[in-house]
């Protein structure tokens, strides 16, 4: 079992922090992500459209934007604003958390149980399907 690990970050367009451990005793996916990225253009707003349709407030979705691996602040605004994006965006701090993490590759996305250890690891190899296999396969845990 991977350790488990935690960070806060800065909400995108605002001061207010947010911590893993805000979320003890509930799963979380977290989803590591750049504006530029052909497979982040396709993944995110799936994304978004998922968070839209569930109203479970038993699990978390945070996205996480890779501040270091990031074209500019402008596109990174530009694209949260043209898909809407109501999912909380945090903005990592260079790539501290995607490192702490061990991502290789945008997008990442990763389930973690209400212990919060990480029980799902999604990368540009996945589909979109798989991710929400893995969080049906978490929830009915």
């Known amino acids: 079992m991977e350790q488990t690990l935690s960070f806060c970050l800065k909400k995108h367009a605002s001061e207010e922090r947010v911590c893993l451990e805000d979320f003890k005793g509930k799963p979380v996916l977290l989803q590591f992500w750049v ?3 052909p497979d982040c253009m396709r993944e995110v707003p799936l994304l978004e459209q998922f ?3 569930i109203s479970n407030n038993e699990f978390v979705t945070l996205t996480i934007n890779v501040t270091g691996r990031e074209g500019t602040k402008g596109q990174r605004d530009a694209f949260i604003s043209n898909l809407s994006m ?3 965006v945090l903005l990592d701090e260079g790539t501290s958390v995607y490192d702490q993490y061990e991502c290789t590759s945008v997008p990442t996305t990763i389930l973690l149980n209400t212990n919060h250890d990480i029980v799902g690891r999604f990368t ?8 929400l296999y893995g969080i049906s396969r ?3 845990s």
């Open 124 to 131: 540009d190899d996945h589909r979109f399907q798989d991710v």
């Open 138 to 140: 978490l929830l009915t």
């Open 51 to 53: 968070y839209r349709s």
């Open 86 to 88: 109501t999912v909380p």
């Open 35 to 37: 504006s530029w990225c």
